[in-house]
């Protein structure tokens, strides 16, 4: 059983492609803009790291920033929405960086590993996820397609 010092998963999307062996049609395009997400998320790490726990940016201050995990969550639903995995990626990691607990982010980023294929990811993901909440349908859900799927 995890507990709440795990970490979730810290592979890019470059690293599941290569070890599954995937060379994507647009590959240069999906390395440059990998990079470009990788970066951000770096920047967005120093950001949260330099904050302390008094700063304006926290709690409800969030809201009106373009950083807020709401905000990156649309982004990435909408990013699923057009099959744009690793920007989709970026934004759900971005979220787990500013919100480690965010259930909605924790269950979409265990579609997106599905959906690569990394099932295995995906499961330790959502049971995270029912540590959180043991009563989330839409991790049980999901739980139960992968089970059916293996």
């Known amino acids: 059983m995890r507990n709440d010092s795990d970490a979730l998963p810290r592979t890019t999307l470059q690293d ?5 062996g995937i060379s994507p ?4 395009n999906y390395t440059s803009r990998i990079r470009e997400l990788e970066e951000e998320n770096q920047r967005l ?3 949260i790291t330099d904050m302390d726990e008094n700063s ?32 989709a990626m970026g934004y759900l990691r971005s979220v787990l960086i ?5 259930v909605k982010a924790m269950n979409n980023l265990a579609v ?7 099932e295995e990811r995906a499961m330790e993901i959502l049971y995270r996820v029912l540590e959180l909440e043991p009563e989330n349908r839409t991790a ?3 739980l139960g ?3 059916e799927q293996r």
Do not use: M, T
């Open 145 to 147: 397609i992968l089970n």
């Open 98 to 102: 500013l919100e480690p607990e965010n």
């Open 16 to 20: 599941l492609f290569r070890q599954k």
């Open 140 to 142: 049980e859900k999901n």
């Open 45 to 47: 790490r120093k950001k």
């Open 56 to 87: 304006p940016l926290q709690g409800e201050k969030w809201e009106n920033r373009e950083l807020s995990p709401e905000i990156l969550f649309r982004k990435a639903v909408s990013a699923l929405k057009e099959d744009n995995i690793p920007d």
């Open 25 to 28: 049609p647009d590959a240069e």
């Open 112 to 118: 997106v590993y599905s959906e690569l294929g990394y």
